[in-house]
């Protein structure tokens, strides 16, 4: 991984500002590299993306103010009016609305997105926060209801299946593995299925995230089963969107101890007939340990893995619940 240097300037305002070879492009507010692009000159830096995250992802970085051209330093921002379609003022000067000119310069942006496979945002900014941003009245009080910045609006409506977080969020180890899984599997969509798109490249995904879903949802497991086998040929396009979204939704939150524990139960299944009694032992032993939370998802994954890789079919191996992300990022260690 190198670091690229980025520039502030309004023209040249999306930068590629990490490069792994046949790494993944995330998207990031620009300021939680530690670029010094804040209203008052400062940073957010973020060392869980710079320090760890960096090192699978390819950022691309992003200040939809300072693409505004409205400088830095500047005065800060604050969203106004109606919660559902707030608009954006000067804290300072509440008659300078600058809302058109903001969208004006973000949304030719958008398109250069379109091959991201996430998104980190820094939180509570009129422009970048997910949820929690305060819109304010005439009256100078926030309204009870919050709402999510501008650009983070623009770019939900354009990428509604993309995975988004925000950096603080990331924190949270479910919600870390949650999210990392969500873009990983958002890239191997449209590694697998988007770049020649059949029917039998849609139901090969499905197969191979069999497991991962079934953690999630395994209502929408099986519906979306349903949905690829009922299909023709003929509506492939419109089958992807549908099967892409819904599956996205399906695995949008973490999955659960008891979940996880029926899908460890599940792979153990295929190795029953090929495993000698003593490790069939060990394995149910460290699934039921995992359930009691005496150890973490990644102790009977390990051993189950070996045995996978042992005595597994090709078609548990291609299971991408035993690795749906690089073992490295520790991410199971802390579930
Ligand atoms: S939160 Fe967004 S708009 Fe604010 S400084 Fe960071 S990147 Fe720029």
Redo the contacts with the bound molecule.
Sequence with gaps: MKLIATSNSATETLTATTVNDGAISVGI????LGNE???NGGH?HSKLCTRVLAEHFNFR??????ATGLGVPRPTLRLVGDPDSPRMVFSNDQQQDVTDRFKQAVTPMLGALAQLDGYI??KN?P???LERVKVYQANGHPHTQRTM?L?TQALKERYPDLPIEEEGRLNDDRLRENFILRVYAHHHFRMQVDGQLSLGRLMAFHRDYKYVLMAHNQREYRALGRLLAQASAGQLTELRDQYHHRFMQAIAKPASRRNHCNVLLHIFGYLKRSVQQQARHQILNLIERYRLGEVNLATPLAMLEHYVQLHGSDYIRAQRYLQPYPARLGLANRL
């Design positions: 507010s620009s300021c939680l692009v804040r209203y957010s970085s992003f200040c939809p103010e300072v945002l820094m900014s422009s970048c926060g910045g650009f």
